[in-house]
């Protein structure tokens, strides 16, 4: 009979406690979380960087002696980025290379990525690519279409360039130099 | 009725912005890598002659109307300084400008001149280290400057044999005339 004592009060607690929860219920709250990882685009010029001819000869075709080496690596969204670009631009298309008292046009100097769309040496003679680039100096070098599997991604290209002055007039002694700007681009 | 309203704005705030964000992605670019180009065309000085042997069929004793075909010279330059180009003729050992075996004309029997102007005798030198001394001969000297640093002049080099006052033993005399061109 004492045992049956014992187990009715935890029952008559029980009991107790269950009526005496008020009828209550917080209203549902909802967090959102985000947490944005930021796009990302950059040009990196492995090698190359410098590229000298240290003896250019009139009226022929003069190949810088080392590929240009870029790596681009990009971070960005499918479904907001259809493409990555990369191009070639000279501020000035008609003195990309500056001499003593002769201008080089960027029509004298091609360009050519054989795993990019220049698959043959091409003058830096295009428009520019989208707001980037300068008219009549820039050349394209590959387009990415950008999907789930590579939206995170590196590549690396080499450029070759050479200065072509077939039919150009002689080129009176001296250094001619210039900067050949690279940039990648998403569209 | 309220919070059905405050959701519909949150919901339309949070489709905004992620629209933004997707519009902002399109037109990302990287930063401008540069690659420096430099292109050197080094300085030349050249002369060419139309043709490497000038002779003169007949020797005439006593006279100076021994003229030897005329040769076309082309001094080209192309210069990041100096203010002349110089042309200088000679020939190594003076005495024996040209020789019949032990027969020798000496450099001062040969005259030459350019564009006609008055013959001289190749007597002196040397001119700014070109040349040898008493076999020498200067044909011009002609300024140049920052304009005029690349280019090139054409010139008819006459010469002839000043045989006034000697005989020669018969045979064929023959010697070399060297050519040379300097800046300074």
Same mark, same amino acid.
Request: proline share 5%.
């Given at each position: ?187 | ?17 992620? /629209?933004? $964000? ?7 670019? !990287?930063? #401008?890598?540069? @690659?420096?180009?430099? &292109? +050197? ?30 040769? /076309?010279? $082309? ?7 100096? !203010?002349? #180009?110089?042309? @200088?003729?000679?020939? &190594? +050992? ?41 076999? !020498? ?48």
């Amino acid at each position: 009979m004492w045992y049956s004592k014992l187990v009715l009060i935890p029952v008559a607690l029980s009991v107790m406690l269950t009526l005496g929860a008020p009828e209550l219920s917080a209203q549902a709250r909802i967090i959102s979380l985000t947490a944005t990882s930021a796009s990302g685009l950059s040009v990196l010029v492995t090698s190359g960087a410098i590229q000298a001819l240290p003896a250019v000869t009139d009226n022929a075709v003069n190949n810088f002696p080392s590929p240009v080496v870029i790596q681009t690596t990009w971070s960005v969204k499918p479904g907001q980025t259809n493409t990555v670009n990369l191009i070639a631009y000279f501020a000035v298309p008609a003195q990309a290379m500056v001499g003593p008292t002769t201008q080089i046009p960027s029509s004298r100097i091609l360009g050519r990525m054989t795993t990019g769309l220049p698959v043959a040496f091409t003058p830096m003679t295009q428009n520019g690519f989208g707001a980037f680039g300068t008219a009549g100096g820039t050349l394209r070098l590959y387009t990415v279409n950008i999907t789930g599997s590579n939206k995170n991604a590196t590549r690396t290209d080499n450029l070759d360039l050479r200065l072509n002055l077939v039919g150009f007039p002689a080129l009176q002694a001296g250094s001619y130099t210039g900067v050949l700007n690279v940039r990648a681009v998403t569209q | 009725m309220h919070a059905l309203l405050k959701n519909t704005l949150v919901g339309t705030a949070a489709l905004l912005i992620a /629209s933004s $964000t997707a519009v902002a992605q399109v037109g990302l670019t !990287s930063n #401008v890598a540069t @690659v420096s180009l430099t &292109a +050197t065309k080094n300085a030349t000085l050249t002369v060419t002659p139309n043709a490497s042997t000038a002779t003169l069929g007949s020797i005439t004793d006593n006279s100076n109307v021994n003229l030897f075909t005329p040769v /076309s010279l $082309t001094t080209a330059w192309n210069l990041t300084a100096g !203010s002349s #180009v110089s042309l @200088v003729g000679w020939f &190594a +050992t003076p005495a024996q400008a040209l020789a019949n075996g032990t027969d020798l004309i000496p450099s001062s029997k040969v005259e030459g001149r350019i564009n006609s102007a008055g013959y001289a005798p190749f007597t002196s030198g040397p001119f700014s280290g070109l040349g040898v001394a008493g076999g !020498s001969l200067q044909f011009f000297a002609q300024s140049v400057g920052a304009g005029s640093y690349l280019g090139s002049r054409t010139d008819q080099l006459d010469l002839r044999l000043n045989l006034v006052g000697t005989t020669t033993v018969a045979g064929d005399y023959t010697g070399t005339l060297n050519l040379q061109a300097i800046v300074q």
